[in-house]
């Protein structure tokens, strides 16, 4: 693979943890992202307005977050939980976006072609120099999309601050909801919740 898309691999590999198909599809995502909004320099100013939703919480996300330096504690990772390798870059700057998103087949196809590599100390890597080798657009799929961002998602101060008025914890940039004329958190409002209180107080 080239060296400039080696220095990139390491990187990810880094922050992730492991070499793996995931690190090499996941630089190439962030790549083409960063290359159609014109971005080459995203950890400068050039990057500021770069917002990147990701559609799966697997091994790509690191990725795309070593490359691009977006972070979801910065808000310019959003991660969108629909299972499917795809990422749409965002300059909130002047509202370009593209999703791309991996096609269907690409693991086998970058099997048929580690198989004419040649020279490789096992399939695994074989596979993975293909994979980042692979014709663009054989392995992405790349369109233009619009997306409407909301000025509560945005990275910057924090809009609005409320307190549940029931579990009186504080809610950060219009997260309650109304209804019933009560301020209320997503759990207490919806009953939206992903935990069930089992003790309280364990620290005191
Ligand atoms: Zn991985
Ligand atoms: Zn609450």
Redesign the pocket.
């Known amino acids: 693979m080239e060296e400039g898309f080696k220095k990139l691999l390491d990187e990810a590999v880094r922050l992730h943890g492991h070499l793996c198909s995931g690190q090499v599809v996941g630089v190439r995502m962030a790549v083409a992202g960063l290359r159609e909004l014109g971005i080459k320099d995203p950890k400068g100013e050039e990057g500021r307005d770069l917002v990147i939703f990701v559609e799966i919480d697997r091994c790509p996300v690191d990725a795309i977050i070593a490359v691009t330096g977006r972070t979801p504690g910065r808000r310019s990772i959003k991660m969108m939980d629909y299972g499917k390798q795809a990422a749409t870059f965002v300059d909130t700057g002047t509202s370009r976006a593209v999703r791309v998103s991996v096609r269907t087949g690409y693991l086998e196809r970058a099997g048929e072609m580690a198989k004419n590599l040649g020279n490789f100390a096992d399939e695994k890597l074989a596979q993975l120099e293909a994979l980042a080798l692979m014709p663009e657009e054989e392995l992405l799929s790349i369109r233009r999309v619009r997306v409407a961002m909301r000025r509560r998602d945005l990275p910057g101060e924090t809009l609005e601050i409320a307190v ?1 008025q ?2 009186g ?1 504080t809610v950060k940039d219009m997260r309650q909801v109304g209804g019933s004329g009560k301020v ?2 997503r ?2 409002g919806l009953g939206d919740c992903y935990y069930e209180e089992i003790e309280r107080d364990c620290n005191g």
């Open positions: 549940c029931e579990c914890e209320l958190c759990p207490c």
